[in-house]
């Protein structure tokens, strides 16, 4: 069994290395000033410009995106070392466009939404959100109230979705809907325009970490019979990809954090001295270093595993879920650790370890709790 990235990819991760070296990692300190002041972590349209000049210029624009619309059409485990790069950077960007949306999309359009909403996608020159969760329903997609019902050619949608990101940003939203209240899982997907009649952002929810969602009302929302994404009543199975997809990133970018938190504590250790002896001296120090680069590790042994029987076509849901829970959990405790390490400097704002906290503290619970995950495994290994 091989465990080396072929030539191409192990290239692309390190040409990613260096766009993040070069190019986002001088944008933290902008970044930390502004969420210290109480502001948006987002990158500002000056900042955003130039870097997304330099990655399209770079060659790093629809990686995974199929090559009929413009894209390279990677596998998934290029994309774990894109992202383990991506995920050592505060900084918010993600390489145009989003691979969750993106996969979701490529498996489900017609003709005549290829054209009209994936390939633009590809191209850069739109941005999407995605409407899942509802007030009182999160993880459990068979509690989802949202309703569409058919008018004519066209359908009619009713309901609230919540934890939206980008939802006032985006040109579309890929929203999910009953359309069979009496299946058990009797969901459709729409693209929903920004512009769409009865649909309507309510209110912008601050999060941690500097971070935003939206929550959004759709109200007699109207939107055309040839918008429907996929098959009526069978929008399960693409957004489980699309989550899937979402999953590995966050597992790839837990991976990132949890190497640069190391990488910083390794460099601060045998600087600080305390008692008369240097931090990398105490066996307290050497158990969190040890465990950190272990642990790390497994995670990434343990991705790089799921995304090559991902792209086998094997069914990857329990790895999905393990892969979320750990890895999120296992960068969550190397953070905290360092964060310790470096003593009252570790609680600033100063250092990028705060935002790199706040950022695993939501991804615990985005794209599902790691309780849930945990359930999900367990139940599949007791065969219920």
């Known amino acids: 069994m091989n465990f080396d990235l072929s030539d191409e990819h192990r290239m692309l991760k390190d040409l990613v290395h260096r766009f993040v070296t070069d190019r986002l990692l001088p944008l933290e300190p902008a970044i930390l000033a502004r969420e210290a002041a109480g502001e948006s972590t987002a990158l500002t349209a000056e900042e955003n410009a130039p870097i997304d000049a330099a990655s399209r210029d770079l060659g790093l624009w629809g990686l995974d995106a199929p090559e009929d619309v413009g894209g390279m059409d990677l596998p998934t485990v290029a994309m774990v070392g894109v992202n383990e790069e991506l995920g050592r950077t505060i900084v918010p960007y993600t390489l145009p466009p989003d691979s969750p949306n993106l ?222 829970s750990y890895a999120t959990e296992m960068a969550w405790e190397v953070v905290d650790r360092t964060m310790q390490a470096f003593g009252a400097m570790g609680m600033t704002r100063e250092l990028p370890l705060h935002l790199m906290a706040s950022k695993l503290r939501t991804m615990r619970i985005y794209d599902g709790p790691t309780e849930v995950h945990q359930w999900v495994v367990a139940r599949n290994i007791l065969g219920r």
């Open 103 to 324: 996969r979701m999309l490529a498996a489900t359009v017609t003709d005549r939404q290829r054209e009209a909403y994936l390939a633009p996608y590809v191209r850069g020159e739109t941005i999407s959100a995605i409407g899942i969760s509802e007030p009182g329903a999160g993880s459990d997609p068979g509690a989802m109230k949202t309703r569409a019902v058919r008018d004519g050619d066209d359908w009619i949608i009713n309901g609230r979705k919540i934890w939206i990101t980008r939802a006032a940003e985006a040109d579309f939203t890929i929203l999910m809907a009953v359309t069979d209240p009496a299946a058990k899982r009797g969901v459709t997907a729409f693209l929903v325009d920004r512009d769409a009649p009865g649909f309507s952002v309510q209110r912008k929810i601050p999060m941690i970490g500097g971070q935003t969602t939206y929550e959004v009302a759709l109200d007699d929302c109207r939107v055309e019979g040839w918008k429907l994404l996929g098959k009526e009543g069978a929008g399960f199975a693409p957004m489980q990809l699309r989550l899937g997809t979402r999953r590995i990133e966050m597992a790839s970018w837990s991976i990132g954090m949890a190497a640069r938190a190391l990488d910083m504590l390794v460099d601060y250790a045998p600087q600080r001295i305390t008692f008369g002896a240097r931090l990398s001296e105490r066996q307290t120090i050497q158990n969190w270093v040890a465990d950190a680069a272990t642990r790390i590790h497994a995670a990434r042994l343990m991705t790089y595993d799921c995304a090559w029987k991902l792209d086998s076509g094997r069914d990857v849901r329990s790895e999905i879920s393990m892969i979320k």
